[in-house]
């Protein structure tokens, strides 16, 4: 296994990885609104929390417990997704923060972190270069991102799955 890690950096990545890097990519705005909801909501979700546990010693009532059960279960998930999703954005992120050349790393950042069309990439990318410099700028860069979250075992993850 010694050199496995060097191998997958060097080794251009396959059609399906390529995909799997631009399907996170894609994600990523979605990841970092998962977060941003956690947090804005935080406090209600620990308060949630909290009541249940002290409504749980209080109050023996079987439907209610139910109903607080299914609360605190909702806040827990509710935990879980943001935190998961910030460990995968800040991945993206750092893997993005990783490509090599600086123009690839800006069309990469305009198109998928900060959610640009296609064309308004290509707009603030301009300088009298044509759509398929923008094209291959684009395509290194994600196969960059897909080398780095491959190598750190985040490429295939399904939201709860590597």
């Known amino acids: 296994m010694k050199g496995q890690a060097a191998k997958n950096v060097l080794e251009k990545p396959t059609p399906e990885e390529k995909k799997q890097a631009q399907r996170l990519l894609r994600n990523y705005i979605e990841l970092k609104l998962v977060v941003k909801d956690y947090r804005e909501h935080e406090e209600l979700i620990k308060t949630t929390l909290y009541e249940s546990e002290r409504t749980k010693r209080i109050d023996g009532d079987d439907l209610y417990g139910n109903r607080t059960a299914n609360a605190v279960q909702v806040a827990h998930n509710q935990k879980l997704a943001a935190e998961e999703c910030e460990v995968v954005s800040n ?4 893997a993005v923060s990783m490509i090599r050349d600086e123009e690839s790393r800006q069309a990469v950042t305009l198109r998928y972190l900060k959610g640009h069309s296609y064309s308004e990439t290509l707009y603030y990318m ?5 759509s398929s410099t923008l094209d291959r700028r684009l395509g290194d860069g994600v196969c960059s991102v897909a080398n780095t979250l491959k ?3 985040l490429l ?3 939201g709860g799955q590597t």
């Open 151 to 153: 190598l750190w075992g």
């Open 156 to 158: 295939y993850w399904e």
């Open 126 to 130: 301009r300088r009298g270069e044509k």
């Open 91 to 94: 991945a993206i992120e750092r």
